[in-house]
Every structure is written in C-alpha cells, then in structure tokens.
C-alpha cells in the first residue's frame, strides 16, 4: 500500500515555541490531506482539511492561527503549532488521500505514524 | 449529525477466547465504512472497507460485517498479537472526505 511518512514521531518543547511537523506522501500524489488529534485513549478528531494550493479548512473551534497549515506541494502538508502551551500536548496524526484512481483503493486514506507533542 | 459508537470500551480475552466488536454507526448515505487497528503511539492501520449492508470481508483472525445500522468486528481464536486498539470510521455522503472515527475498543489478549 501507499506510504505516509509522518515527521517526527516525537518532540518535547518548552512552552512558547513553535513546532512543525510535516506530513509526506512517498509514492503517490496527495491534493487533500487531513490532520488529527488524538488524546490518550480517545477517538481521532479532525483538526482541519489540508488542500494543495489553497488555504486549509478548519473544523469548529480550531484556531487557525494557532494551528498553521500550509500544503504547498502534492506530497507535503504541514502542521506548525505556534507558541505551544502544555494543553497542546497530544498525539498529532495526518492522513492523506490518494489522487489516483488505481490508488483509491478501499483504503481510501493513508495514515502517518503520528506525531507525540509534550510542551514542557 | 454522522455519529459513530463503539462498544465495549476495554476488552480483555484469553487467548483462543473468540468475541465480536461492536460499532454502531448513524450516519446520512453511507460511503464507507472502515475498520483500522491502532497501535500504542503509532497511526491507523487500515483493516477493512464495507459499503452496504449484509457485505462481509475477512483477513486472518478477523472478519468485519455490515447491517445498517451497525458493524461488526470478529475475532476467531485470538492471539496475544492481536492486543490492540480498534477503530471504527464513518464516511457519509452529506460530509465528503471526512471520516467520523469512534472511540474505539481497546482489545488485550492474555495468553
């Protein structure tokens, strides 16, 4: 199957900074791409909606300015949480959805590794 | 609104010790509905696509079934490998690409 290499899988930061974590798709083209946030023995929830080229949609009581997204190519996404806080701690997932249609399998998304976030 | 609910929360098995998973689902045009495995720390791991009702799909010690209302996840003679979170995932018509996941069933196999 399809390959979704998530970067980096762990990263502690002290409160205040800003970190990125990128979202690559490695053998296949990715227009849409979606990151999740997953709290300790919880469901995935749906941040945003990550789109080739234009500006990301935001689910309901997401701060975009807090949560930067920026897709600037077919295979990248990346999520930048600006000046982290301690109640950013969570577990980060992307997936991406496959452009081509003998890749649009039942799989229908590929999912990342995730991305644990500690602000210290 | 799409909703997804799973039951029960924490299963515990002996290893053998078949059992069912349950995800009751309601959601407006049913597009797929998906299982993945979930491992500590680790993403998503794609298991099974349903898409209409009485469907039915295996692989190894699984088998994901489908009514309208609700899916189900089997486990024959289950092994200690097989410890795991399982999720279950809507994607309805009205909503497009997102997915609703559930909650999940934590599954721990004892040998």
């Known amino acids: 199957g399809a390959v979704v290499s998530q970067h980096p899988s762990r990263v502690i930061c002290k409160s205040g900074t800003s970190v990125k974590i990128e979202c690559r798709s490695l053998d296949f083209q990715a227009t849409t791409m979606f990151w999740y946030r997953q709290f300790p023995k919880q469901s995935l929830m749906l941040m945003a909606t990550s789109n080739e080229g234009s500006k990301a949609t935001y689910e309901q009581g997401v701060e975009k300015d807090k949560f930067l997204i920026n897709h600037a190519s077919l295979t990248l996404s990346t999520l930048t949480v600006t000046s982290a806080h301690p109640e950013d701690s969570s577990f980060y997932i992307c997936s991406a959805r496959a452009d081509r249609a003998d890749l649009a399998t039942n799989e229908k998304l590929f999912f990342g590794s995730g991305t644990q976030l500690s602000v210290l | 609104e799409d909703q997804v609910t799973q039951s029960p929360e924490a299963l515990r098995l002996q290893e053998g010790e078949s059992s069912s998973l349950n995800c009751s689902y309601t959601?407006?045009?049913?597009?797929?509905l998906f299982w993945y495995r979930q491992d500590p720390g680790k993403g998503p791991e794609f298991l099974f696509t349903?898409?209409?009702a009485g469907e039915e799909k295996e692989k190894e010690r699984l088998k994901a079934t489908l009514t309208k209302k609700e899916s189900f996840l089997h486990i024959t003679a289950p092994k200690p490998e097989d410890s795991a979170t399982y999720l279950c995932?809507?994607?309805?018509?009205?909503?497009?690409?997102?997915?609703?996941f559930g909650t999940g069933t934590s599954l721990t196999v004892i040998p």
């Open positions: 959601v407006s045009g049913l597009r797929g």
């Open positions: 349903l898409y209409s």
């Open positions: 995932a809507v994607q309805g018509a009205r909503t497009g690409n997102q997915f609703y």
